[in-house]
């Protein structure tokens, strides 16, 4: 079993388009992360949830909107995509009641092309 | 505020031959220290991490990283490499200052092994 699985794996879309990006971790962990890898493979987080909670919000575009319906799932939606969204989007999860970034697991990515 | 900075974009090395990627770090806590891998088109692996036990670190496919205080220096080395370390290197710093696992990635070095 996949313990961080991300879909789509790929996603093609075009210019002004609302698209979802899911994540789901079987890991049991109480916190999930969004990071965007641009075209200079640079990684950088977005966001992060803790017990449903927002706690990490990176000066990300509005556009960008994460949901978590419940501690197992973290989701990217994207409004009015532009070109430079196009990146890989990589979700993540630990355990943190264990400590700092405890069980750290990433989910293989996402790769977005805005055309 | 925590950084990593990995000294070199881009490493060549034969097939065999000893590997030494570089990594300095800034952190005004005592750091917890990670190398992370990630082959083509493909997600991020950890290799190792350093989180203030021993200072030499032994992780996957023979790859170690020594923790350095006095140089604030986190270098990934292995003896001898093989054609599949081919691949971009990350290393990465946690940040302690938030409430939870945010992660901060170096710039990355991508390696090349030559046959």
């Known amino acids: 079993d996949t313990a961080v699985s991300q879909t789509p794996k790929y996603l093609v879309t075009q210019m002004g388009n609302d698209k979802s990006i899911k994540c789901e971790q079987n890991?049991?962990?109480?916190?999930m992360y969004w990071y965007k890898q641009d075209s200079k493979k640079f990684l950088k987080i977005m966001f992060s949830?803790?017990?449903?909670?927002?706690?990490i919000n990176e000066t990300v575009p509005n556009r960008f909107s994460p949901k978590s319906p419940d501690k197992a799932h973290l989701n990217l939606h994207i409004n009015s995509l532009e070109l430079g969204d196009s990146a890989v989007y990589f979700c993540?999860?630990?355990?943190?009641?264990?400590?700092?970034?405890?069980?750290?697991?990433f989910g293989s990515g996402t790769r977005l092309t805005v055309v | 505020a925590q950084s990593v900075t990995q000294l070199d974009s881009h490493v060549s090395v034969s097939e065999g031959t000893p590997v030494l990627l570089r990594c300095n770090y800034s952190?005004?806590?005592?750091?917890?220290l990670f190398w992370y891998v990630q082959h083509p088109n493909k997600g991020l692996q950890l290799l190792l991490k350093?989180?203030?036990?021993?200072?030499l670190v032994k992780g996957i496919n023979g790859f170690e990283a020594e923790f350095k205080k006095s140089e604030t220096s986190f270098h990934l080395t292995k003896p001898s490499a093989h054609m599949s370390d081919a691949a971009e290197y990350f290393c990465?710093?946690?940040?302690?200052?938030?409430?939870?696992?945010?992660?901060?990635f170096g710039q990355g070095t991508t390696l090349q092994v030559k046959p």
């Open positions: 993540a999860s630990s355990q943190e009641s264990k400590g700092r970034g405890y069980g750290y697991t």
């Open positions: 890991l049991g962990h109480d916190t």
């Open positions: 949830y803790n017990n449903k909670e927002l706690i």
């Open positions: 952190s005004s806590y005592s750091p917890s």
């Open positions: 350093y989180t203030s036990a021993a200072t």
């Open positions: 990465v710093v946690s940040d302690r200052t938030g409430n939870t696992g945010k992660l901060i």
